[in-house]
């Protein structure tokens, strides 16, 4: 697609329950990130995927958050046992080769109630 | 791991005053990037650069890569109010740690009341 397309665009969910959040990075992008945004405040690294290499996992808070992506293309963030400190907007973004300016989705805005 | 320090955090802008806001790092960058995020959005690309000592424009917006790979800053000039909005540096290294990009955590431009 012309850009970075995560869905769902907002999600609320329970306290306890397990929540998908989906990106499309642009395509033949071969770079992939998930960043974390608390209300207010800066990026939060989250993971990072570069072509065929292992994932660069080290920001993931907790081993309730892992991430894939099938195929070189989608990517899938999950999050387990969702606590309200995961609240937050989850931004995917995707780069040509990773040694470039990466372009941002909108995000999903996860609300833990 | 590396760090950088944006500053300042906030600031208020009255239309046709210039801005200026900088960020600097503990250890040296490859890339230097400076994006905006409006609100409800991803960050969005505005300047890239490239080489120590690169000065680059971008309408009137000016951004340069420090000489010493430590700093960079950002210039807007003759600001008017849809400059408001969060303004990100970050800082590259091609084959570094949390995937090769560090994220300062922002300057806030906000319209003089």
């Known amino acids: 697609g012309a850009g970075v397309s995560q869905s769902p665009s907002n999600k609320v969910t329970e306290k306890g329950k397990d929540v998908e959040l989906r990106c499309d990075p642009i395509?033949?992008?071969?770079?992939l990130y998930w960043y974390r945004q608390s209300l207010g405040q800066g990026l939060e690294f989250l993971i990072y995927?570069?072509?065929?290499?292992?994932?660069?996992k080290s920001g993931l808070p907790s081993d309730r958050f892992s991430a894939e992506r099938t195929g070189g293309s989608v990517s899938t963030l999950t999050i387990q046992r969702t606590q309200q400190e995961d609240s937050a907007v989850y931004l995917c973004?995707?780069?040509?080769?990773?040694?470039?300016?990466?372009?941002f989705g909108s995000g999903t805005r996860l609300t833990v109630v | 791991g590396q760090q950088l320090n944006q500053s300042p955090q906030s600031m208020f802008i009255q239309e046709g005053e210039d801005v200026s806001m900088n960020c600097t790092s503990s250890?040296?960058?490859?890339?230097w990037l400076w994006y905006k995020q409006d609100p409800g959005e991803g960050p969005v690309l505005l300047i890239a650069?490239?080489?120590?000592?690169e000065l680059t424009s971008n309408g009137r917006l000016t951004a340069q890569f420090g000489i010493t790979r430590k700093d960079s800053f950002l210039n807007i000039s003759a600001s008017i109010p849809s400059d408001v909005g969060i303004y990100f540096c970050?800082?590259?290294?091609?084959?570094?740690?949390?995937?090769?990009?560090?994220f300062g955590k922002g300057t806030k431009l906000s319209v003089k009341p």
């Open positions: 973004a995707s780069s040509l080769t990773g040694g470039n300016g990466y372009t």
């Open positions: 395509s033949g992008h071969t770079a």
């Open positions: 995927f570069q072509g065929n290499s292992a994932p660069d």
């Open positions: 250890s040296i960058f490859n890339t």
């Open positions: 650069l490239y080489k120590a000592g």
């Open positions: 970050a800082g590259m290294n091609y084959g570094g740690s949390q995937g090769n990009l560090i």
